[in-house]
């Protein structure tokens, strides 16, 4: 008879609004993962990208927001799970409360950071589609490369391309982001 295993506390959204502020962490499944402080790289590449939705954003005008990380999104209360994409664009105001986005963002862009790159592939891939998130890019700065999913239909397209590449954000029609002209 195999001996009894404990079991990992589950994490309640009280306990993780009280985590010190300069703590950063994710919940998933009710069970918290910490997070290592972003590169160089890392916070560059965030900063290009963010600019740039920020700039189309502008022009466009309308009710989306970009909002760059920490900013927590709470993605489901059972089993609890709250993230903090690198980038999250929001176009439904009603999912903010002043503390997070409550529900799926429309687009997520994370950044791969070298001490765990399957969080970004498999777990919040998986997370990120099953919640309702429209489209989610992965940027690796090891690879030099992106991986687009548009996940709106429910056999979810992917697509991969360089540093060298122009990329249309799905969501619309007129916006592409030339990662030549980022500078990387």
């Not at 010190?20 to 990208?49: C, K, W």
């Not at 990380?69 to 105001?93: E, G, W, Y």
Request: hydrophobic share 35%.
């Amino acid at each position: 008879m195999p001996a009894l295993q404990p079991q990992p506390q589950i994490t309640t959204l009280e306990q993780y609004e009280a985590l010190p502020e300069n703590v950063r962490a994710e919940v998933f499944d009710g069970q918290i993962y910490y997070m290592a402080s972003p590169s160089q790289i890392h916070q560059t590449i965030l900063t290009e990208l963010l600019v740039s939705i920020r700039n189309y954003l502008r022009k466009k005008g309308g009710d989306c927001q970009v909002f760059p990380a920490p900013f927590d999104v709470k993605l489901s209360d059972r089993p609890l799970n709250i993230v903090q994409p690198d980038l999250m664009v929001v176009c439904d105001k009603d999912k903010l409360d002043g503390k997070r986005c409550n529900g799926a963002p429309d687009f997520i862009i994370e950044i791969v950071s070298p001490g765990n790159p399957s969080d970004d592939y498999i777990r919040k891939l998986y997370h990120y589609q099953n919640a309702g998130v429209r489209e989610y890019w992965i940027v690796d700065p090891r690879t030099e490369k992106v991986i687009v999913y548009h996940l709106e239909q429910p056999d979810f397209q992917m697509a991969s391309y360089t540093f060298q590449d122009k990329i249309q954000a799905n969501i619309w029609e007129d916006f592409w982001i030339d990662f030549q002209e980022l500078g990387l």
